[in-house]
Structure formats: C-alpha cells, structure tokens
C-alpha cells in the first residue's frame, strides 16, 4: 500500500500530505513557469545573436530564470564575462574577480543547458588539457521551450493522476490515500486510527488544469 509522497526538489525532504504538495507543486512549477510563459510571450522566437549579455539580464523575466538556475554569484560571472571571447575557467576567475569554484559552477550548469560551450586544447609538450570556455546565451529561448515542455508533460501527469483518482484524508497526520488504499485500511487511518475523510481535490485539480492551458497557449505562440 502506499500514500501520495514525494520529495521537494529544494530541500529533498519527503513530505507525505497533499497539503504539503500543493505547497511544493505551487513553488517548483507555478512560479518557475510564469517566468518562462513570461518570456515566451514577450519574444517570441526572437533572435538573440545581437543581443548582449547585459540586456538580457536587464530583462526580469530571464534575470529571474537564469538567478534560479545559476544563483546570485552565477549572475555576477554572466555579468562580467568579457565579450564573445573564449577563455578558461582560471582566466575567467582572474578577470572577473571571482572564485573559480564559482565559475567552474556556473560554466558547467549553463554547458548542462547548451548555454555555455567550451573547446579543448591540448599542449603538445605537457600533455595539459585547456577549456576554453563561450556564452551561447543565444539559446535562450529554445531553452525555455524546453523546459516548458517538460514541466506541461509532467503536469499533465499529475493532473490525470488528481483526475482519475478519489482520495481519503486523515486529518489527524495528514496523510492522504487513494481510495484503494483507503478501503485496505477500512477507512482507518494505519498511523493512529483515526478515520479516514474524503479529500476533494477540486482545487488542485482546477489550478493543475489552468497551469497546463496556460503553458500549452505559451507553447503555441513560441
């Protein structure tokens, strides 16, 4: 038998109520997807070639996806990255003063995105390795799309979930059950026997569906 639980993406604890995953759901995808509806809708498929890196962060909206990705101090090395020049993960933490713990960080999590690409150079007489490192901040927007469209397929998931399920709540511990679960337990709570009530889920259901039309009308635009 087994309860509605998860793990919170931001701090890994598991978390067994719906209480609390409406909580989580609300913080991992409904303000993260406003950014990225934001920005699609704003530009859509704009071409950023001409665009510099420091209009794109003047912009909220990618400001805010890039902060939540990268962090405060991975802002600071977009920030400072000098020009369209390729240059090592030491170079770039000796020009822009930042710790290179820091800047590898920053380089490695944007190249997991395709916002970052680095060449390799060997030298000849020391076998050393050199990566030289560019901005392909450029793919912003397909990046985004991305996202998006895997955060609509896992939403629409858990929407189908929340649609073809009934549960039972135990307000006592509050732990929610499907309705198989539930009839297992003869309606009792197996914590402290307490019975077990129905759970209408009509508003997570609702906002699930709004979030799922929004993000699909987004994706239709891009």
Same mark, same amino acid.
């Given at each position: ?94 020009? +822009? ?11 490695? +999590? ?67 059950? +499907? ?8 309606? +009792? ?34």
């Amino acid at each position: 038998m087994s309860t509605l639980i998860g793990h919170s993406r931001s701090s890994g604890d598991v978390w067994g109520s719906k209480r609390d995953s409406v909580k989580v759901w609300r913080r991992d995808y409904a303000g993260y997807q406003d950014f990225c509806v934001h920005i699609l809708t704003v530009k859509p498929g704009e071409i950023l070639s001409m665009v510099s890196v420091a209009e794109l962060l003047d912009d909220p909206a990618i400001n805010a996806y890039l902060r939540r990705m990268i962090g405060d101090d991975g802002i600071e090395v977009l920030r400072r990255f000098p020009g369209d020049e390729e240059h090592s993960d030491e170079e770039l933490a000796e020009i +822009t003063g930042i710790n290179l713990n820091t800047v590898r960080h920053t380089l490695y +999590t944007l190249y997991e995105k395709r916002l970052a690409e680095y060449r390799r150079l060997k030298n000849v007489e020391t076998g050393w390795l050199t990566y030289l490192w560019h901005l392909r901040l450029d793919r912003i927007y397909d990046v985004i799309e991305e996202d998006l469209r895997d955060a609509v397929e896992k939403l629409g998931a858990r929407l189908a979930y929340e649609e073809t399920n009934d549960f039972y709540m135990c307000r006592d511990c509050s732990v929610i059950y +499907t309705f198989a679960d539930a009839a297992d337990w003869s309606f +009792t709570c197996p914590n402290c026997d307490a019975t077990l009530e129905h759970f209408d889920n009509e508003l997570l259901v609702a906002a699930l569906r709004k979030r799922v039309e929004k993000i699909r009308e987004s994706l239709g635009s891009a």
